[in-house]
C-alpha cells in the first residue's frame, strides 16, 4: 500500500514538474521573439521616433561612471543614515497619550 501511494505522488510531482518547466519554456520564447521584434523595425518618414518604444529604448543611454567608487561611498552612507536616524528618534517628543490605557468602563447610557 504505501508503494502506491509514494507512487501516486512522484508522479503528481513529476506532472508538475513538466508543467512549470513548459511554462517556463513559453515565458522565455514570448520574450526572445520580444526581443527579436524590437532589434528588426522601421519607421516611414512621417511617423516620429518617440512614439516608438525599441527607439526610446535605445536612446537611453547607461548612466556615466560615478567619480567616487562605489564601495568607498557605501560605509559612509551606511554611518550617515544610522547617525542621522539615532538623531530624529532623539528629538522626536513622545504623544502624551503614549502610556495610558483605553477606558474599560461600560459605554455611558444617553441621557433622555
Not at 11 to 23: D, F, G, S, Y
Request: aromatic share 8%; glycine share 0%; proline share 10%.
Amino acid at each position: 500500500m504505501r508503494l502506491i501511494i509514494e507512487d501516486h505522488f512522484t508522479a503528481r510531482r513529476r506532472r508538475k514538474l513538466r508543467w512549470q518547466q513548459l511554462a517556463l519554456w513559453l515565458a522565455l520564447t514570448i520574450l526572445v521573439i520580444q526581443l527579436i521584434g524590437m532589434a528588426f523595425h522601421n519607421h516611414s518618414l512621417a511617423e516620429q521616433s518617440s512614439d516608438c518604444i525599441s527607439c526610446d529604448l535605445a536612446a537611453d543611454f547607461p548612466a556615466p561612471v560615478p567619480t567616487v567608487p562605489v564601495p568607498v561611498l557605501t560605509p559612509v552612507l551606511v554611518f550617515a543614515y544610522h547617525a542621522a536616524v539615532e538623531l530624529v528618534y532623539a528629538f522626536v517628543p513622545a504623544p502624551h497619550n503614549y502610556l495610558t490605557p483605553h477606558s474599560q468602563a461600560p459605554p455611558a447610557t444617553a441621557a433622555v
